[in-house]
């Protein structure tokens, strides 16, 4: 298992990033695409002088948005987007990481209802063979590709990560958006192994809040070590300031 933290929003500069993880003897940052100081560090090849400077290693956070269950036109801009910065990450970076999006919405009567689950056998096929191709991408320049749960996952992605992990595809879990969505995964581990490569590791309270400094919500920390700990993953404390990781990092090694 290796611990890291998220790029931070409120740092303007990569290197602080760096040198924040050094501090905290944290073994990897995930860097992330919806940061243009992110972006910028990549298009300018400035990320590996920084790994090798701080001895940091580095995964990749894709954009938060690049639904590859969407259509033909869009999962093709994405996928360009996937390759470049693949490329530009090839040989330091570790894994890239994809929401796995619930898509479009319609509220009816104050229920919502979801397009990708009306359309289910339409939407799965196309699904695989995006994140087939995007899994090809990432190979291609030896960079594991990782797929997470989001914070509004709908019971109809249940379904999705059955097909999903019967084609062979790995994971991301985070757990506090699983505490949002009502522990969907948690319920489906009792039925079959997905395999997670990465964890997203924050404390959650009361279904409707998460990203969380350690012992601020009433998640059971010590439970997903150990499940992180049993899949040899990199971890994420994915807090998103720094006093927070300052805080949650002593914490968890401790649990």
Not at 44 to 54: H, P, Q, R
Not at 182 to 200: A, G, M, R
Not at 244 to 250: A, E, F, G, H, T
Request: net charge negative; aromatic share 10%; glycine share 4%.
């Amino acid at each position: 298992m290796k611990l890291g933290m998220p790029q931070l929003f409120e740092y303007e500069n990569l290197e602080d990033n760096f040198k924040l993880a050094q501090k905290l003897s944290l073994d990897f940052i995930e860097l992330n695409l919806n940061f243009a100081s992110g972006r910028t560090a990549l298009d300018n090849k400035i990320v590996l002088d920084l790994v090798n400077k701080y001895h940091i290693e580095v995964t990749l956070h894709f954009y938060d948005e690049g639904d590859l269950g969407s259509y033909d036109e869009v999962v093709k801009a994405y996928l360009t987007l996937l390759d470049k910065y693949a490329s530009l990450g090839q040989g330091f970076v570790k894994q890239i990481n994809i929401h796995l999006i619930p898509g479009p919405v319609v509220t009816i009567a104050g229920i919502k209802h979801y397009v990708y689950e009306k359309e289910y056998d339409s939407y799965i096929k196309r699904l695989i063979r995006n994140l087939k191709e995007a899994e090809a991408i990432c190979h291609k320049y030896d960079i594991k590709m990782v797929i997470e749960n989001t914070d509004n996952t709908p019971t109809y992605q249940r379904r999705t990560y059955l097909d999903l992990y019967k084609e062979g595809f790995r994971f991301t879990y985070d757990i506090g958006h699983d505490h949002l969505s009502n522990d969907i995964l948690l319920d489906l581990l009792k039925e079959v192994s997905l395999p997670f490569d990465e964890f997203h590791i924050h404390d959650a309270k009361n279904r409707s809040t998460c990203h969380l400094a350690l012992k601020e919500g009433n998640l059971d920390i010590s439970k997903y070590k150990s499940l992180a700990e049993n899949n040899n993953a990199y971890v994420v404390l994915e807090v998103k300031q720094v006093s927070d990781l300052v805080k949650s990092v002593p914490i968890f090694k401790k649990l």
